[in-house]
Every structure is written in C-alpha cells, then in structure tokens.
C-alpha cells in the first residue's frame, strides 16, 4: 500500500508512524499490544529495506519475508520520508535509529525545544548528525478577529493574525522545521474564514 500512494503521489508520500497507546486498540484487534514497540521497528525497517530492492530480505522476531516480492516499487525506487511521532523518549530514540524527522504532539515552544536538545543528545549516542533529522509538530491554530486577552494564559497559536505570527515565529527558533496543523472554528464557515486567513498571511 505504501510504495502504491508513493507512485500515485510522484513521490511526495511522507510516512507517519506511532506505535500506539490504548491497549483496548489492540485487544479489538487481536494484536500484541505488549510487543508494539518492536513490531513497529521491525516494520520500518523492512520499509527502508524494500526501497531500492524488490525482493527484500529480512528476518525478524515477527516479519520474515523470505520469498516476497515488493510490487510496485517506491517512485524512483526513493526511501520515503519517515516521521516518527510521539512525545515520550523511546520516539525520540526510535527517531533517531529509523527516522528522517521526529513529530511531536501539542507542545509549547518551550517543550519542544527540550525535545529537540534531547533527540540531538541521542544524536550523539548513535552517532548520528542530527542536522539528518527534521523537527515537526502537529498542533490546532485558532484565529480570532480581535486579540486574545487571556495573557500568558492563552494557548499558543490562538489569537489574531498578529499573536499567531508571533508564537510561530517563537516555534522557528525553538527549531520547529514543518508544522502540521488542524483549524479550529465554531462553525464550517469560520474554520473556512480561518483558513484563508492564515494561507493570505503565512503561506
């Protein structure tokens, strides 16, 4: 499924991957929630394994694709781009030995960048140059017509167009590369209101 959305794409697919917290998921399902954290390894690196090779080889604790043929290929026979996500430390490890950017969840400028400090201390531990690996956030943004008086009270990326460019610009030196966003409105016509606001203004 993913080397199809990539060629259907012309290669702009970017794969996200978590491995998940509520167990009750996993029980619906039958899978094994108590193992998740190594399935998911064992599943991006058959990913990264498949790119360029159409028989790829891998034998794992749980993937064995012994005899397997990977059709179509990745466009280009490319590695996409594997964004890890979650807030805990073991994301930001596994960022770090699979990924190509980490993403974090609802987090101040403050908190990510203590994310941040801390993927690059990892960084050093595995070797790797942290420059390799993106920092992105997913967050809501909510635009109002008049500023937010709520002082240091108020949720970043709420407010005018004003106090958003501001907080943005606070997430830039945080080290915020990509920003993933949902609007947040009353109603269909004001998330539509906010939409076109914020493209006019920032994209």
Same mark, same amino acid.
């Given at each position: ?42 599943? $991006? ?6 790119? *360029?090779?159409?028989? %790829?080889?891998?034998? /794992?604790?749980?993937?064995?694709? &012994? !005899? ?74 909510? $635009? ?6 709520? *002082?240091?009270?108020? %949720?970043?990326?709420? /407010?005018?167009?004003?106090?958003? &460019? !501001? ?37």
């Amino acid at each position: 499924m993913i080397s199809t959305l990539d060629v259907l794409s012309d290669g702009r697919l970017i794969i996200g991957v978590g491995t998940g917290w509520m167990q009750e998921e996993f029980d619906s399902m039958g899978a094994d929630y108590s193992n998740r954290g190594t399935i998911t390894d064992e599943h $991006i690196q058959l990913i990264a394994k498949s790119a *360029g090779d159409p028989v %790829p080889s891998y034998h /794992g604790q749980f993937i064995n694709t &012994a !005899g397997m043929r990977i059709y179509p290929q990745n466009y280009q026979s490319r590695s996409v781009p594997i964004w890890v996500g979650g807030n805990s430390e073991k994301s930001f490890v596994r960022t770090v030995k699979f990924g190509n950017a980490w993403h974090g969840i609802g987090l101040t400028p403050a908190q990510l960048k203590h994310s941040r400090d801390r993927i690059n201390q990892i960084c050093e531990t595995f070797q790797r140059d942290s420059s390799e690996i993106g920092i992105t956030l997913r967050s809501t943004v909510k $635009i109002t017509n008049k500023p937010s008086t709520q *002082g240091v009270n108020r %949720p970043y990326l709420t /407010g005018d167009l004003d106090q958003v &460019a !501001g907080d943005l610009q606070q997430y830039e030196r945080a080290g915020l590369d990509y920003l993933v966003i949902s609007m947040s409105g009353a109603s269909t016509n004001e998330v539509i209101s906010s939409i076109t606001k914020f493209a006019d203004r920032f994209i």
